[in-house]
């Protein structure tokens, strides 16, 4: 198949951090940050170590794409004082949709989860888009889709280290892109994605 390898420099995310996470006890080796509304940095093994620049929502409709990072308003709440667990609404300035999502580092393993809910008029369609930095940088990761006991997975890895993104219900198409690609483009553009490809080398996104 495919392996496409080119992108745009890297870049991370803003450094203006709302919450910084981790869980509870020592079994769990990571820790995250999230910053407008959306989670930014995860960071495995050690709290030195990012894995990720962003993980994106994207609302699409037919004449619109919008990412909530930059056009909602987000309140942040923390759902209980002992329970290191932070939800995050967020509504869009137009009133087009709402997004909900609730954040935690899962204390028995080194994932972190969200719970994620949204509410929209017509029939937009929701996209997710992950940006690795595996290991501290945004060159260089190999990124590639594949099936695991029935289930997409999205992952990313470079110099022994590994990011991947899972989800509960089953993703209508995949993609592994590059930053500034067709794929990347394809939301802006054409409000959907039209093209898929199973692997992409350098400045990824999933």
């Not at 369609?125 to 997409?152: I, K, M």
Request: glycine letters at 8%; aromatic letters at 6%; a neutral charge.
């Amino acid at each position: 198949s495919e392996v496409v390898v080119r992108g745009t420099p890297a870049s991370w995310a803003e450094g203006a951090k709302t919450v910084i996470g981790t869980a509870l006890g020592e079994i769990s080796r990571v820790w995250f940050t999230l910053a407008c509304g959306r989670l930014t940095e995860v960071f495995y093994p050690t709290p030195d170590r990012a894995c990720t620049r962003s993980l994106d929502f994207v609302v699409a409709g037919d004449r619109f794409a919008s990412n909530p990072a930059d056009d909602a308003v987000h309140r942040y709440t923390q759902v209980d004082d002992g329970v290191p667990l932070v939800a995050i609404a967020s509504r869009d300035r137009a009133g087009r949709y709402r997004l909900e999502r609730e954040t935690v580092a899962d204390p028995r393993s080194s994932v972190v989860l969200q719970r994620v809910q949204w509410f929209a008029h017509g029939q937009p369609r929701l996209y997710c888009v992950l940006t690795p930095h595996v290991d501290n940088r945004g060159d260089s990761n190999h990124a590639e889709v594949f099936e695991h006991l029935g289930v997409q997975v999205l992952t990313a890895h470079r110099a022994g280290v590994a990011v991947a993104l899972a989800c509960s219900q089953p993703w209508a198409r995949c993609t592994a892109g590059l930053a500034g690609s067709t794929e990347a483009g394809d939301l802006r553009r054409h409000h959907a994605l039209t093209r898929c490809r199973a692997r992409a080398h350098g400045e990824v996104e999933l």
